[in-house]
Protein backbone atom coordinates (compact mmCIF):
# COMPACT_ATOMS: atom_id res chain seq x y z
CA UNK A 1 0.00 0.00 0.00
CA UNK A 2 1.14 3.53 -0.98
CA UNK A 3 0.99 6.17 1.98
CA UNK A 4 3.58 7.93 4.56
CA UNK A 5 4.25 6.20 7.85
CA UNK A 6 5.12 7.96 10.99
CA UNK A 7 6.72 5.94 14.00
CA UNK A 8 6.33 5.38 16.55
CA UNK A 9 2.38 6.49 17.62
CA UNK A 10 3.17 7.81 20.71
CA UNK A 11 6.79 8.62 22.64
CA UNK A 12 7.56 9.74 25.70
CA UNK A 13 11.10 11.16 26.44
CA UNK A 14 12.64 13.38 29.71
CA UNK A 15 13.78 16.58 29.98
CA UNK A 16 16.61 17.92 28.28
CA UNK A 17 16.74 14.22 26.02
CA UNK A 18 17.14 14.64 22.06
CA UNK A 19 14.53 11.99 20.22
CA UNK A 20 13.93 11.60 16.32
CA UNK A 21 10.65 10.95 14.77
CA UNK A 22 10.64 8.79 11.89
CA UNK A 23 8.67 9.94 8.50
CA UNK A 24 8.87 7.34 6.06
CA UNK A 25 6.75 7.62 2.29
CA UNK A 26 6.59 4.82 -0.84
CA UNK A 27 4.54 7.46 -2.80
CA UNK A 28 7.71 9.04 -4.85
CA UNK A 29 6.69 11.98 -3.77
CA UNK A 30 9.53 14.99 -3.92
CA UNK A 31 8.67 17.29 -0.92
CA UNK A 32 8.11 15.95 2.35
CA UNK A 33 7.28 18.53 5.30
CA UNK A 34 7.00 18.34 9.29
CA UNK A 35 4.32 20.18 11.24
CA UNK A 36 3.60 20.85 14.81
CA UNK A 37 0.09 20.76 15.90
CA UNK A 38 -0.88 22.00 19.50
CA UNK A 39 -4.47 21.29 21.23
CA UNK A 40 -7.24 23.36 19.66
CA UNK A 41 -4.78 24.66 17.23
CA UNK A 42 -3.55 24.46 13.49
CA UNK A 43 -0.71 23.12 12.13
CA UNK A 44 2.87 25.19 11.95
CA UNK A 45 5.72 24.25 9.95
CA UNK A 46 8.59 23.48 11.57
CA UNK A 47 11.09 22.16 8.05
CA UNK A 48 10.47 21.43 4.86
CA UNK A 49 12.53 19.83 2.09
CA UNK A 50 12.10 19.79 -1.33
CA UNK A 51 14.90 17.35 -2.78
CA UNK A 52 17.24 15.08 -1.54
CA UNK A 53 20.00 16.60 0.49
CA UNK A 54 18.68 19.93 0.75
CA UNK A 55 15.94 21.39 3.27
CA UNK A 56 14.59 24.76 4.73
CA UNK A 57 12.96 26.17 8.14
CA UNK A 58 9.84 27.10 8.54
CA UNK A 59 7.86 29.11 11.09
CA UNK A 60 8.83 27.28 14.32
CA UNK A 61 12.60 25.75 13.45
CA UNK A 62 13.86 26.67 16.88
CA UNK A 63 15.00 23.89 18.60
CA UNK A 64 14.20 20.98 16.11
CA UNK A 65 16.40 19.00 12.79
CA UNK A 66 16.07 17.34 10.10
CA UNK A 67 17.70 15.59 7.46
CA UNK A 68 16.93 14.23 4.13
CA UNK A 69 19.53 11.82 3.13
CA UNK A 70 16.64 9.84 0.93
CA UNK A 71 13.81 10.15 -1.31
CA UNK A 72 11.89 8.27 1.20
CA UNK A 73 13.19 9.40 4.38
CA UNK A 74 12.64 12.52 6.05
CA UNK A 75 13.51 12.23 9.77
CA UNK A 76 12.83 15.08 12.67
CA UNK A 77 15.22 15.82 15.38
CA UNK A 78 13.43 17.65 18.49
CA UNK A 79 16.67 18.48 20.38
CA UNK A 80 16.95 19.53 24.28
CA UNK A 81 16.64 23.16 23.04
CA UNK A 82 13.05 22.91 22.58
CA UNK A 83 11.30 24.81 25.24
CA UNK A 84 7.99 23.22 25.02
CA UNK A 85 8.42 19.96 23.19
CA UNK A 86 5.44 18.24 23.94
CA UNK A 87 2.82 18.08 20.72
CA UNK A 88 1.50 16.07 17.71
CA UNK A 89 3.92 16.01 14.66
CA UNK A 90 2.70 15.52 11.89
CA UNK A 91 4.78 14.17 8.59
CA UNK A 92 3.30 14.99 5.19
CA UNK A 93 4.50 14.99 1.27
CA UNK A 94 3.80 16.27 -2.10
CA UNK A 95 4.30 15.23 -5.19
CA UNK A 96 5.53 18.10 -7.09
CA UNK A 97 7.08 20.39 -4.72
CA UNK A 98 5.38 23.74 -5.16
CA UNK A 99 3.80 23.16 -8.52
CA UNK A 100 -0.20 22.12 -6.97
CA UNK A 101 1.34 21.31 -3.37
CA UNK A 102 -1.75 18.82 -2.60
CA UNK A 103 0.03 17.28 0.60
CA UNK A 104 -1.12 14.24 2.46
CA UNK A 105 -0.39 13.49 6.02
CA UNK A 106 0.94 10.88 8.01
CA UNK A 107 -0.85 9.60 11.35
CA UNK A 108 1.39 11.49 13.52
CA UNK A 109 3.56 11.10 16.51
CA UNK A 110 2.31 12.38 19.84
CA UNK A 111 5.33 13.29 21.94
CA UNK A 112 5.54 13.59 25.68
CA UNK A 113 8.02 15.10 27.60
CA UNK A 114 8.49 14.80 31.18
CA UNK B 1 3.49 32.64 10.26
CA UNK B 2 0.39 33.59 8.39
CA UNK B 3 -3.01 31.84 9.10
CA UNK B 4 -6.18 31.35 7.65
CA UNK B 5 -9.49 32.80 9.72
CA UNK B 6 -11.45 30.05 9.60
CA UNK B 7 -15.66 30.22 11.01
CA UNK B 8 -17.24 29.21 13.00
CA UNK B 9 -14.76 27.75 15.34
CA UNK B 10 -16.83 24.66 16.49
CA UNK B 11 -20.36 23.83 15.53
CA UNK B 12 -22.67 21.67 17.58
CA UNK B 13 -25.40 19.72 15.24
CA UNK B 14 -27.80 17.42 15.13
CA UNK B 15 -27.24 14.26 12.33
CA UNK B 16 -29.44 14.66 9.31
CA UNK B 17 -28.40 18.65 9.23
CA UNK B 18 -26.56 20.65 6.76
CA UNK B 19 -23.40 22.18 7.50
CA UNK B 20 -21.84 25.22 6.36
CA UNK B 21 -17.73 26.38 7.12
CA UNK B 22 -15.73 28.93 5.10
CA UNK B 23 -12.39 30.23 5.69
CA UNK B 24 -11.03 33.87 4.64
CA UNK B 25 -7.96 35.63 4.16
CA UNK B 26 -6.57 39.02 3.43
CA UNK B 27 -5.11 37.71 0.79
CA UNK B 28 -5.51 36.06 -2.92
CA UNK B 29 -5.23 32.22 -2.93
CA UNK B 30 -4.30 30.08 -6.41
CA UNK B 31 -5.14 26.60 -4.72
CA UNK B 32 -7.56 25.75 -2.04
CA UNK B 33 -7.46 22.68 0.07
CA UNK B 34 -9.57 21.39 2.83
CA UNK B 35 -9.16 18.65 5.34
CA UNK B 36 -10.64 16.94 7.74
CA UNK B 37 -8.49 15.03 10.41
CA UNK B 38 -10.17 12.57 13.40
CA UNK B 39 -9.50 12.67 16.46
CA UNK B 40 -5.37 11.63 17.10
CA UNK B 41 -4.89 11.03 13.19
CA UNK B 42 -3.39 13.15 10.65
CA UNK B 43 -5.85 15.01 8.61
CA UNK B 44 -7.25 13.34 5.08
CA UNK B 45 -7.90 15.60 1.68
CA UNK B 46 -11.01 15.90 1.02
CA UNK B 47 -11.25 17.77 -2.19
CA UNK B 48 -8.62 20.66 -4.13
CA UNK B 49 -10.12 23.83 -5.39
CA UNK B 50 -7.93 25.52 -8.15
CA UNK B 51 -9.93 28.32 -9.51
CA UNK B 52 -11.62 30.99 -8.89
CA UNK B 53 -15.59 30.38 -8.35
CA UNK B 54 -14.96 26.54 -9.10
CA UNK B 55 -17.41 24.07 -7.43
CA UNK B 56 -16.10 20.39 -6.65
CA UNK B 57 -18.06 17.70 -5.04
CA UNK B 58 -16.83 14.78 -3.32
CA UNK B 59 -20.52 12.38 -2.09
CA UNK B 60 -22.20 14.79 0.53
CA UNK B 61 -19.10 17.24 0.91
CA UNK B 62 -18.93 20.38 -1.40
CA UNK B 63 -16.25 22.55 -1.97
CA UNK B 64 -15.88 26.35 -3.68
CA UNK B 65 -13.14 28.33 -4.42
CA UNK B 66 -14.16 32.26 -3.83
CA UNK B 67 -14.14 34.69 -6.85
CA UNK B 68 -12.35 37.31 -4.95
CA UNK B 69 -9.72 34.29 -4.90
CA UNK B 70 -9.75 35.35 -0.97
CA UNK B 71 -12.32 32.73 0.79
CA UNK B 72 -13.40 29.42 -0.18
CA UNK B 73 -15.93 27.26 1.22
CA UNK B 74 -17.27 23.72 2.69
CA UNK B 75 -20.87 22.31 2.85
CA UNK B 76 -22.23 18.99 4.28
CA UNK B 77 -25.31 17.64 3.19
CA UNK B 78 -27.63 15.21 5.55
CA UNK B 79 -24.55 14.97 8.31
CA UNK B 80 -23.58 11.32 9.57
CA UNK B 81 -21.46 10.39 12.68
CA UNK B 82 -18.98 9.56 10.91
CA UNK B 83 -18.42 13.84 9.66
CA UNK B 84 -17.32 14.26 13.30
CA UNK B 85 -13.97 15.93 13.16
CA UNK B 86 -11.90 19.08 12.90
CA UNK B 87 -12.01 20.93 9.16
CA UNK B 88 -9.00 22.35 7.69
CA UNK B 89 -8.65 24.88 4.87
CA UNK B 90 -5.37 25.21 3.23
CA UNK B 91 -4.10 27.88 0.70
CA UNK B 92 -1.27 28.06 -1.56
CA UNK B 93 -0.01 31.22 -2.62
CA UNK B 94 0.54 30.64 -5.50
CA UNK B 95 1.69 28.55 -8.23
CA UNK B 96 5.49 27.35 -7.34
CA UNK B 97 4.90 28.33 -3.47
CA UNK B 98 6.19 25.21 -1.82
CA UNK B 99 4.09 26.09 1.60
CA UNK B 100 0.59 25.43 2.45
CA UNK B 101 -1.19 28.01 4.70
CA UNK B 102 -3.61 26.01 7.15
CA UNK B 103 -6.76 27.60 8.79
CA UNK B 104 -7.38 27.75 12.31
CA UNK B 105 -9.84 24.40 11.94
CA UNK B 106 -13.81 24.24 12.10
CA UNK B 107 -14.49 21.45 15.15
CA UNK B 108 -17.49 19.45 14.06
CA UNK B 109 -19.63 17.88 16.88
CA UNK B 110 -23.31 15.85 16.17
CA UNK B 111 -25.65 15.94 19.13
CA UNK B 112 -27.50 12.21 19.52
Known amino acids: DGGITQSPKYLFRKEGQNVTLSCEQN?????MYWYRQDPGQGLRLIYY???????QKGDIAEGYSVSREKKESFPLTVTSAQKNPTAFYLC?????????????FGPGTRLTVL | GQQLNQSPQSMFIQEGEDVSMNCTSSSIFNTWLWYKQDPGEGPVLLIA?????ELTSNGRLTAQFGITRKDSFLNISASIPSDVGIYFCAGQLFFGNEKLTFGTGTRLTIIP
Open chain 2, 49 to 53: LYKAG
Open chain 1, 27 to 31: LNHDA
Open chain 1, 49 to 55: SQIVNDF
Open chain 1, 92 to 104: ASSMLAGLLNEQF
